[in-house]
């Protein structure tokens, strides 16, 4: 199973509020089409944000607010739409505030505050740009984060577990990752076998989710 899709109708009433001309509708047409419209818009706010949910729930952060805006171009008034965006704004925030720190400690030299910078980041995004670039110089004092991503991996993949995920291609992957984490781990990789921990924690997330649908 993959990302929701949008029923034909949905997407038939997507074109058509996209479609249909700006001019009033004629004499008697009544509020039968005024409802029929309200409804398709309805079901289209709906979908957008599920997807955006789905998205934030994925970490995915900037395409979950991309989403949220999409469902509010058709309601601006939509609250659901306005707490994923204001959601998926605060991570992002936090993401690239604790990136920023990451980079001025280590040029500052103070490996502790970057390496607890580091973890924030690794925590809310694994593949998040900045990490590669300060992984190296932190590997050899990352070993305690790197047992605490493992643990998380292991807990998300027992959910995943319990969800009967093992058959998804998200659980594959993961399981995947997770042997690399633990081939990198052996060779005192620490900060990159974080990095692969938390990504298999977040790919058997994703299984357990998708079993859950």
């Not at 089409?33 to 789905?54: C, D, F, H, P, S």
């Not at 103070?110 to 590997?139: F, I, Q, T, Y």
């Not at 998300?156 to 990752?177: I, M, N």
Request: charged fraction near 25%.
């Amino acid at each position: 199973m993959g990302e929701p899709v949008v029923v034909p109708l949905v997407v038939a009433g997507a074109y058509f509020l996209m479609a249909r001309p700006s001019t009033a509708p004629p004499a008697g047409a009544g509020s039968g089409a005024g409802q029929q419209i309200g409804a398709l818009t309805e079901a289209l706010v709906a979908n957008q944000v599920q997807l955006a949910r789905k998205k934030l729930e994925d970490k995915n952060y900037a395409a979950a607010a991309a989403q949220a805006e999409r469902a509010l171009k058709l309601d601006a008034q939509s609250a659901d739409a306005k707490q994923v965006l204001d959601q998926a704004r605060v991570a992002l925030k936090q993401l690239e505030d604790a990136a920023a720190e990451a980079k001025s400690a280590l040029n500052a030299g103070d490996r502790d505050k970057a390496g607890e910078a580091l973890w924030r980041v690794l925590s809310a995004n694994p593949s998040h740009a900045a990490v590669d670039e300060l992984m190296g110089p932190l590997d050899g004092g990352f070993r305690g984060r790197a047992e605490d991503a493992r643990r998380l991996m292991a807990e998300a993949r027992t959910g995943a577990e319990r969800a009967k995920a093992g058959a998804l291609e998200a659980f594959t992957l993961a399981a995947g990752q997770a042997r690399e984490g633990e081939a990198l781990f052996a060779k005192g990789a620490f900060a990159r076998a974080a990095r692969g921990f938390l990504e298999a924690r977040d790919g058997f997330d994703r299984a357990r989710h998708v079993a859950q649908r």
